[in-house]
């Protein structure tokens, strides 16, 4: 079984900064994909950014140029540096992670709690 635990969400005036945390725990054998989603009042659960274990990324166009993903393969963790907030990136965040837990069989996904970011105008 894996765990993500997730941190570094909170309240923010827009134009600033946050850093989410996402470690994963637990029975892994090696992690393919790490992403965030966010779940925003009125709207359906959206990817924001993703990393694989080479490092490709993807972003929504919403957040480009504003967010930054990057993970540490050797921690199993992956972070979101959000620069530039705007109140409509107001939500909750959640990290997902695909991973093995043995080098064969199918991969698993595991979702994060969610961790609430706000931000005022």
């Known amino acids: 079984q894996v765990h993500l635990v997730e941190s570094g969400g909170g309240l923010v005036q827009a134009g600033g900064s946050l850093r989410l945390s996402c470690a994963a725990s637990?029975?892994?054998?090696?992690?393919?994909?790490m992403g965030w989603c966010r779940q925003t009042p009125g709207k359906q659960r959206e990817t924001v950014a993703t990393?694989?274990?080479?490092?490709?990324?993807y972003y929504v166009d919403s957040v480009k140029g504003r967010f930054t993903i990057s993970r540490d393969n050797a921690a199993n963790t992956v972070y979101l540096q959000m620069n530039s907030l705007k109140p409509e990136d107001t939500g909750v965040y959640y990290c997902?992670?695909?991973?093995?837990?043995?080098?064969?069989?199918?991969?698993?996904?595991?979702w994060g709690q969610g961790t609430q970011v706000t931000v005022s105008s």
């Open positions: 990393i694989t274990s080479g490092g490709d990324s």
């Open positions: 637990g029975s892994i054998f090696s992690i393919s994909y």
């Open positions: 997902k992670t695909v991973y093995k837990s043995r080098w064969f069989g199918a991969p698993s996904d595991v």
